[in-house]
């Protein structure tokens, strides 16, 4: 399981509807609204599905900006097995 | 994992997230960062980019005389401070390893073909041998030397030589690579509106509604003017983008509708728009009836597949035209309805109805864009005639947003190649030696005898040409400069003595200007180091016809010298016992810029050019010249009109510096020199518009409020052009069309932008790009090696399946900068009939696995 | 459990997290050596004003992100972490007045026309 938390930037008068939009995406789950500020932690199984759920938000009207903030990737199974 | 440590790290996420949405951005950026620790430099001068035809500014940073900096020039108007990555890495272009430093010179031809061979020699050696062996040339045969120029040239180095090479040698046999590129564009806009260059400005593409990108892969070669397109789209709902293209590129990306048509057709897919737009009464009456006049022209031309196509009989009526009306033009055109076009061209009648739809529409602003899939095509001037003929239909010409735009592929090919006009048929300022008022009116600017210039009334060898005869052992001596003809020109295999009844690169004498050893410097005699870019002044004219200075930033490399410098110490020596009239050849030429006791020029860098360049805007301010202006306004009633000279007006070179760049025509407005954004659009002067021109030779009140005072009767020309065969297509042997062109990382041949680490590792090899069907049924995988095989010769290629381009089944491409993959090898050399350009576009290959 | 030791453990499995990013060799995303091999390259001589290229590792996400430079910064923007893109964060001249929020200027949107991807 990898866990990310993100700062969505909108539009100034998109901010509920693109919160609404983010909180019907899977594994996504809205914690703060502030300004045009949303703060959002991503849950997704491995690196490779959260970065392929995070690079849709943009898509969705009214998304400014994607900011990553933080990500523990650790639990990714995918990457367990690699080895230098 | 467990709940709580999930739910841990979760709030832990969450609070970072708050404390970084929370502070402003306190956070300085890493990259500002990196770039104070770079080296800042001590002075920024101004300057442009030496790549493509957009002419982007470019502001260079110097310190301790290196070049140490360049970014986008916010303050000029073609690229307001953005450059693609090429220019953003111009810095380094000058200072790769091998780097040429002293003059070469080649003692044993049979060397040739490498740079062993080669042995250092002081300038004063190699400026005697060059001209000994030119003067010697000369005398015993004019047809028998050639000079091959660039559209990379500076404006002040093409005004030189065409001043030795026309009035001082009297010889025609001068063209520039801008043959390769530009010159079907060219003959077009003769043509058509009988001056060359377009009426538009780059602000067009902030204001269009659909773009047509034309066989156009604008993404790649023209990247700033495609930022400029897709910031129009992507801020504006409705703005639409049409790619007519034989395969998808980059460019594809923004199109809504990607029209994939089969080779050649572009011509039929043309006229069908027009006839859609004719049988359905969608054309602008008033507009037609104002401005516009409609001829047919000779057809059936066939391809110049043999040496003495021009002198036969078709070739010589191919460039006839002849007045016809709008009836029998629509006539012609019905032929082209959408069912036969679809049929022929492979794109859905619908696609194209939409397009013709379009153009219709008159509340959208349409503006065509293209370069080099239209122009390297055999029927290439027909191709520019047939997009002129739409956009006359409808009227979208000379207007904000609106209008058919060809754009040019190199830096200066307007400025330097067309506008000083250093073809095998011209003169400066769209002036053609055919012409015998033409002749006179240059004689007045250059202080020559009247009908001194009458001996080089006839054109001389076009590009294609000088290296057929070249080949065939029929060219003697051979200068070249600013271009790398062992890799670009087409047909390599007969032009590099690979076949054994072609050796005449090797017998003739060969003289390069050259900044690196490449591989056109591997077949020269002589080979003199020249400076690059910035390190001279020089001036460039872009697409959109903004004349713009480059400052000289750092002294040339070692040895190497300015090319104006060493035009000038040939002129000098192989003029030495020449008259004009009763005075030394030279001092009428050169005297007035040359210090014989210096034996160097009068000034500096700036002086000189400055010297250049007010004598050179004498042909487009005649007013400076009484006896000039005495034929410009045809005073004596000698010819049958003037020549309103004053159409590409320019203006004093101190204006370039201070504004960053001009584009033509300037005109002197209480004492401000203001520029024209479109030509033959009445408005006012202030906003751009051609207010001077169209009210000093123009009508106003027309359609449009437009006026194109330089056209014959005011009204332009729209031909008829058929759609005809390419001179190829696939069969049986040669079963796939191989197309070739150019990528964002590298210029052209690579001599440049392979030198610069970065370009050359983001791009390292040229690929052969392959659809995987095809790869599939020739049992071929992404990296396997192949030879490409043609009628003209052969190479050897990695094929890509990445997707660079994505060609259609039968169809490959690859691009021509790298000099190891010499893809020109099988490109053949056939070309338009009118323009001379060759097609790179459409040869026909088998490829086998090796 | 008690707070202190909740931070606690949260504090070593971040240090863990981290020991684990730079042990292992992540083959989508997080190849080490790339990275170094383009900052050999970005620094070879590094160019005042010159745009940095992306690391190899990086074919394919231009046009996997839909050709939208949005995609690229979700990584690299200033407000993120930074564990992997903090040297490259999108300078302020790339947006619309110099502000961030107003978003990357139009003229900029195709970031390959400056960044192009260094190819193995």
Redesign the interface.
Known sequence: MVISSIVVETVQDKVKQVAEKLGECEGVEVHHVEGYKIIITVEAETLDASYDLTKDFIQITGVLAVNLIYCNFEDDPTLKNKVV | MELSRRSLLKAAAVSFALAAAGCSSSKSSSTSAKQDSAVQPDEWKKAVCRFCGTGCGVLCGVKDGKLVATIGDPDNGSNKGLNCVKGYYLGKIMYGEDRLTKPLIRDDKTTKGSMDGFREATWDEALDLVAQKLKEAHAKDKSRIAFWGSGQMAITEGYIMSKFWKAGLLCNNIDPNARLCMASAVVAFMNVFQTDEPAGSYSDLDEADVFVTWGANMAEAHPVLYSRLTARKVSNKGVRHYDITTLRTRTSETADKVLLFKPQTDLAIANAICNYIIQNKLYDEKFIHDHVQFKAGTENLSHAYEDGYDASEIGQKGGDVWNIEFAEFAKMMSKYTLEYVSELSGVPASDIEELAKEFANPNRKVLSLWTMGVNQHTRGTWMNHNIYNIHFLVGKIAKPGCGPFSLTGQPSACGTAREVGLFSHRLPADLVVNNPQHRRFTEAVWDLPEGYLDPIETPGFHTVKIFRELSKGNIDFLWTASNNWAVSMPNLTRFLAKKPEYQGVIDGFIVVNEVYPTLSAQYADVVLPAAMWVEREGQFGNAERRTAVFEKCVEPMGEAKWDGWIFVQVAKRVLADVKIGDKPAFDVLFGFVWDKEKDDFVGDARKTNRLLFEEYRIFSNPELKPAAQAINKNTEGKFESGLKMENKQLAPYDEYLSHNGMTWPVREVNGQWLETKWRFSYGKQEEGYDQIGVETYGDVGLANDVSFYKSADKKPSAVFRPYEEPAESPDEEYPFWFCTGRFLEHWHSGSMTRRVPELNRALPEALLDMNREDCNKLGIKNGDKVKVISRHGEFEIKVSTAGRTQPNPGMVFAPFFAEETLINLAVHDYYCPLSKEPDYKKTCVRIEKV | ?SKKS?IL??VV??F??MI??S???????FSSSDTEAAKD??N??????????QPSDHEGRW??????Y??C???H???????YA???????NHFVDET????V??????C????????K
């Open positions: 459990m909740g453990v949260f499995c971040l863990v997290g684990v990013a042990v292992f060799n992540f083959s989508n995303i390259i970005n070879g001589e590094f160019l005042t004003g010159a745009p940095l290229l046009e996997k992100g839909g050709s939208n949005n995609a910064l979700v990584c923007n200033e407000s993120a972490a930074n564990q903090s040297d490259t964060t999108v300078p302020k961030t929020s107003k978003g200027a139009p003229a900029r949107e195709v390959i026309t400056c960044h192009p991807v260094i190819q």
